[in-house]
Structures are given as C-alpha cells and as structure tokens.
C-alpha cells in the first residue's frame, strides 16, 4: 500500500535545483544565480544539518513543498496574493499548523528583487540591495521550523520513554534487581541516549529515530537471568555483597555482549556481508518475534500485577481476585493502542492516546476523592523509592566484583542475538525504504547501527537499532531534520538526570499497557496477518519455533526451528520436482516420405519409439527415488525382483542387512510390491528369476534436463545409474540434454553418463548419453531409427549423405536440400535452377571453419540461411544455465565442454544438413536476436539474401511462391518440435 504524502508543514523546503558552483564553510553557503552572489544563512544550520540539506533538483525523495509564514511575507511584500492550499492532512498536527489563512501558494507572485525563484528557496539574499527584509522572512522562517521540531520530538518521546521503562522490567525480570529497577531503568534510557545521538550522527536518514530495541529483548533477559540464577545459586542466598556482585556482572557482560555485537555488524556492513543474514529462515525469524511480543505480553501483565510472569504455570496468578483487577485495565489500554495503531489512518492518534490514559487514569481517581497514597496501596502505582541521581547509575559497577568466568555461558545466546539483530535491523531498514520509495544501502545503514551498539556497549549499555514505526512517522510529518533527533535524544537526557521517580507516579498498568501493546502488535502481525503470507508448511515452522522457544530456550528454540526448516525445505523440494511426458520434435528436415515414417512409426501415440520426458526441479536423495520410480512408470518399464532390491541397497545409507532405512523407497521399486502375499515364497522365487518383459518398450528414452537446477551424488548414482543399466539390459538407449556443468560432471563422475560423439560408432550404449540440446538428442535418436530400416520398406529412395568423418567436408546443393528435405516439388527446384543459371542467384554459398561465427545477435536480418554440410550452433549470449565453479572435496574441477570454441550453457539449439535458421528475423524485418557459429566438423551455409528475392518477386512471382512454400515449412516444423 503506497505510503500517504508528506505532511505540509513547513518542516523542510521543497526539492531544490542544482545550486551551481557552492563553497561550503562554516559561516555561509554561496551560490551565483543571474542577479549576482547570494548568500545562504547558516541560522539553525539552515534547518537540516543532514547531507540532504540541499538536494538536487533530480533527486528521488519527496519534498514538503512550499506553503509557511514566511509565504505571506513575502505576499505582502510584493503586493500580490493567490489562493490557498488544503488543509493539513492530520487534526492534530493542524493544530499546531499556521492558519489557513496565512498558508498560500506561490505561484503567481512578483518576488523581489533578493528573491530567485529558480532555486525556491527563502533564505537568499542580494548582497546590493536592501536585506531587511528578507533577514525578518528567513528568521520567520527559522522560529516556525523549529517550532515543529520541537513538537514533533515530544510526541516521538512520549511514544519511546514509558517503552523503554518497560524494556528495563524485560531485561531486569529477575526479583534480585527489583529494589534498583529505577536506576536500572534509567539506565536502559541513557542507553537509548547513546542510541539516539549515533544515529542522529551517522545514519544516511537524518530524521531517523532509534533507540534500545525489542529484537534483543530476550537475549538480554535470557543472560540477566542466567547470571542472577548461577550467582544466587552458588552464593546460596541473597546478601548485599552477592546483590553488589550480581549488578556489577550484569551490567558489565551485558555491554560487553552490545559492544561485541556492535563490531560484528560493523565489519558486516564493512564487507557487505549483509545478505548473509538472510541464511536465517524467516519463519524462524517469525516465530521469535512471536515469542518476543507473548513475553512483552507477560511482561506487561506483570508490571501490572507487581509479580513475575515467567512460566505458563504463573498466569494462575490472575485469578486472584486482585491481581485481576490490577490487570484487566493494562490489558484494555493494550487492546486499545493496538487498535488505535492499526486502525487509525491519523498517526497523531497514537501518542495522544498514551497522553489520555494516564490523564483519564488520574481524572478518575482524583474525581472519585482518592488520593496517590491510596493508589499506592492498591498497587496501581509504584512504591516510593530514594531518589536516583546521575552519580548513583557509576555506583551500581563495582568492577572489581565483575565474575568474568560467566563470559562462556552467555557465548552461544549472544551468537543467537547477533543474526536476529542484525536480521531485525536489515528487515527495519527494508521496511523503511519500501515506505520512502527510496532506496537505501544496507549494509551503509548496518553499520550505523553497529556504530550505536558498540559505543553503547562500551558506555554500559544495551542493543538497539532503528525504530522503524516512529523513523517512519518523522518522515512523512516532513520533518527531515537532525534536529527531531537531537531533541528527542535531550528528553531522555531530561529523564536521565532528573530526580523524579516516574514510577512512583506513572500508572504501572499505563506502563505495562504499553508492553502488552507491543505484545498484542508483534503476536497478531506474526501469528495471524502473516498467514496470508507464507505457505502451509512455513506457517507450520513458525509455529514450532516459537512452541520451541516456550519448552526449550531461544536458542534452543531457535536450532530447532532452523532444523524444521531445513526438513520442511528437503521435503517441499523433494515434491516439487516433477517428471513429465513430452511431446517434442527435432528440427531436422526430412524428405515427405521419411517424414511419414517419423510421425507414424517414430512417435505412433500408442507405441512410440522415442519417449521424450522432461525434468523440473531438483533430483536429490529426497527426491531421486520418486524420480526414478516416475520415469519407469512413463516409460512403460516393468522391473524385476532382482532390480528393486539392488536399487533398495544402493539407496540405502544403512548396511545392506540393516533393519533400518531412511530412505523412503515408492511402493513400485519395493521388492514387496511384486508379491502381495508373504506366504508366496514360490511365486516370489520365480518372479526373481523372470526378468520382466515389457510389451512395446521404446528404442530411445530422451530426459530433458534443462529445468533441472541441481543433482547430487545420491540422484546420480541411486537414480540415473540404475536408470542406464536397467534400459541397457532392454536395448533402450539413454540420452540427456541440457545438463549444466555441475550436473554434467556429476554423471560422469559417477560413471553414468558420457558425451555423445557423432565421429565414434562405439559410443556406449550402457551409459546415458549427453547432448548440449534437446533438438541434438532427438535429432540423433530420429536418424538412428530412420537409418536402421531398408529403403524398400520406405517405399521411397532415400537419399544419403556423405559422412563427416571421412575429412572433407562434402555439402549438397540448394535445390537438393529443398528437393530431399524441405519436400519441394523437383519441377520447382529446376525452375529455381534455371533462374540461377540465367545469372541471377538469390542466395550465396559460403563455407565456415569451426566456431567461426555466421551472424552477431543485433545485426541486420538481410536473408535467412540453410544449413548445407556440417552444423550450426545457435546460441543465446547471456544466458547461463548452470556454474562452472565445481569445488569437489578433491579442489575445484575444470568443466567438461564437448565443444571447445563455445560455451555449453549458451548453446540453444544444433542444427545439421538441410535445417533453416535467422527466417523469423528475415520475415518480421527485426534485428537478429541470437547468435549462430559452425559447428566442430565446419558447415557450408547458403544465404539467400533480402535483394535477391526481391528481384525474383519482381521477375517472377510463381518462383517466389516457392520460397514462400519453404519458409511457412519451416514454421511448422518449428511450431511441431515444441507440440504439447
């Protein structure tokens, strides 16, 4: 959904054009426009201190345009008006806007003299003429601007400030750091000053708003409370020195774990090892934040409650009755702000939401003549407490009582934060650009946030990163300054060193609403809208991690979550790879009557010679099986008891007496499957010794492999190999096109297959054989077949070319490639010859040496060619099917290329004797858009060129016809090979 348009505030100045010539120092910015030199004031560092200040007019972002008080100004000055734009889009930011009566546009005006409307911009002044009034224009402008600022920052620290209260109660959920939880709270909030200025000063968004964040919540929960158990345990009780002891190490190895994740994201960003987080499985992801928002749920209901929520069990407590009572109000104002978050299109709503609460909370208890102290027994606000002074955040670290032993234990959660923060940080970054329409570096932006984690680590602090729901708010208010955050980060500084106690004051159900408001938010985005965004089965993992995390831990959670993705993803594989029939056709060029024999013989529906069948997906050890079985089952090939039991034990991984198999083996190659009865041990017995016998089995089974991303050891073995020796104990021959180099090398390896080569009689038949393309492989398998049956039987005289192999290149003659295989009527072809003969050829013969190129893709289409000796080979440039880069356990392994002057994954398609090729291009009048080289043995190509046919069309249309009847052949043909 396309995010709504800046607010016109007057936060920022429209797009501007490029400013020319600027010298930038710390007093001015000067530019020269017509009118002479002009001078930019740095007041308030003219506004927005970011790299933005003064974007170009091309730039992508969008831009407030112009519409404040100092458009009346300057109204009045040049005595001219214009009517008014609308109103701002939000109520309450209206209320804070210029009337509407001093907002106008200014088209139309008559701008003075200091004024160029070719750079839109206020703050330009003459340096000849009178400035007066254009200093009252620029400092208008000024004091409306940080106006602004200033509200806006208020309403970002009323929305952060009660969260990272309730962050501090995660973090700190153990009962040893309840007494020091104010300080410990202010902490988290220094914490998130540090945050603030890093990002204000680093981030490539000036306006971006973060602080301590939810991602790390439960890691950092998860070591607090690690520490405070092992310590408490080994102590055996609780002391002033033990208590000392556990915030000292708290404190310290929870920075230390912030700065240490702070430089790994750094170096991430540094390398651009951002895309490596994407290893995580996002249902995984999914799943903990799940997690994440049912903790800030118990989290919530505890503050609540003034108890721990850490177990299923502890939710008993909420039937007492006061416990209840003290939760149901959190659990409504939670209920509330989600609604209010989700449903309301003014974003001003949510922070005046959490302004009313405490204020409604007050007005009632204060109506109803009950004062704090009596809210204060009731457990509604928080007790009275000495108050915290800046000095007294030094004294909690004692370092000399740090246990740095603890370091270990905290080593594998603190692995798990670092890919979930880093993902969360990534996926805030991605959020953030989708809603800008902006693209943003990633990596550049992790980094920032490494910057922030690490020098709140070093200072005792905690994770944070951006938050992507308020930086997006800021963004389109149009307030796209570093001010917003400057002042946001100065609230908590005001927080930080003030001497109240907020929690002796502030409604802890308002606190605790605001986690069970996050809670509500993060589980019904993760738990219910995203079930319109993953299939069945990654709903299914997301759901078991964040079961997982319940019973197990995070990180045990987590492994386990990572585990059933990687099951569910074997077995959605292993499913989607997909064997079907084919109905394919070479684009060889027969002559009528061994055409007919091809189509009725060669491919009869019920009894063909040829099975063509095509590949898809990836054939693995979880999917080879299934595989195999669906190939033999297309093919029409009946295995024997004998053959299922060698394919059970070579798929095995276990020992061949093992009771014990992993593999799942299809009910069609079980050896059980020949006998339905256990007690047919003499059926079963002579089945074994009966080779199975298949009624009309095929002479050629053709695989296409060019939609196959992937085979492995297993499939290569366990499923081609059994396939090549089952087909050569019946006379059928293998062929395979299509396979990339990895899949190439992998069958030969295992001795499976080899290259097909059209030179050598002895090509072994035992294994599949490989072709760079379909049309080869079919093509091969045509001829083949033709070949082997007597002439008479074809009632027609074939006509024989010369072999390659005998070193010259013999070629046949136009007129007989259009006679013997285009199917040419030979009074046709004479008349060609004829017309020849009188000097006037429309086609030139030319003779290629091998690789040598034919024709660019990108040329003119001047002709169409047909192939008289040799081969062609069509390739598509760009195009790559598979990788070279084949690492074995051996080192990396050199590709075979059965052609060495081209690419195998560029290869499109071969084509021989008699074929026609570039007449698509010729005949829509188009630029080639493939490129074609000879073949390895060579080729002899006739062109007939575009100007040649138009002098027979002038000359004689009959003849032109003829070449008419050639082309729209070919067109059938090609259309035939790809028939459903």
Known sequence: MASPPPLNNGCNSSPTPDYGSVNDDNDKLNTTTSNGPIHLHPTLDSLDVGPHAFRPSNSA???????HVFTQLRRNLSHSSSPRPSALTSPFLRKFSPSPDVLADTEGLTLPQAYDSS???????????????????EQVKNNESFIYYIIYACVNSVMCIPCLYGYASVIFNHSIYQPHINALSKLVIFSSVVHQFCFTSFSTLPFSIGQVQDAGLIFLSAMSHKIATKMLDEAGGESEDVVSEVLSTTIVLLGMATACLGAVLILMGRFRLADVVAYLPLPVVGGYLAFIGYFCLEAGVALCISDTIMKPSDWALLLDKNSLLLAIPGILAGVALTAVARKCQDEAM????????????YAILFGFGFSIEDAREGGWVGEKSPPVPVSDLFQLVDFGKVRWDL????????LGMVFVVSFSSCLDVAAISMDMGEALDVNTELMTVGISNFVSGCLGGFTGSYIFSQTIFTYRTGCRSRWIGILVALSFVAVVISTVNFLEVTPLFFLGSTLIFIGFDLGYEWLVEVRHKLLLSEYIVLLATFVAIQFLGINGGIGLGIVVAIFDFVLTTASVSSVSKVSRRSLAFYAPNERVFVENHVYNSQHPKIVTLEIRGAVFFGSSMQVLSTILEKTGILLSVQEKQEISRINSPLPHNSRMNSVRIPESLSPASI????????????????PAVETHPPRFLVLDL?????????????????????CASRKIVVCAAGANHRMDWMMRTHDTASHFDVDEPSNDNKKILLFDDLNEALQYAEKTLVAELPSQSLQFKRFDLPSAASGDLANITLSTAFTHFLGVDPSDTAALEEYEKGGKAFHQDTKYSS?????YSGENADGFFVVLSGSVVVLVEGRAVGTSNIVSGAGRQQPSQRRNFVDSSQISKVLSVGSIFGFVDFVLQRPRTFRVVAGSQGAIVAKCHRSGLDDLKAENPALDRIVDKVLLLCSVVELSSHSP
């Open 119 to 137: 750079l839109n911009t206020p703050f330009l002044e003459d340096d000849g003429g009178d400035n007066k009034s254009n200093v009252a224009v």
């Open 851 to 855: 690789g040598q190129t034919i024709f």
């Open 706 to 726: 060019s939609s196959v991303s992937n085979v492995d050891a297993s499939a290569a073995r366990g499923c081609f190999l059994q396939l090549a020796k089952m």
């Open 61 to 67: 972002s969008p831009m407030p345009q112009d519409g």
């Open 407 to 414: 370091v270990t234990d905290l080593v594998p959660t603190w």
């Open 350 to 361: 949510l922070p005046i939401s959490m302004v009313v609460i405490p204020v409604a909370f």
């Open 675 to 690: 006998s339905p009865g256990s007690g047919r041990k003499e059926a079963r017995r002579e089945a074994e010794k009966a």
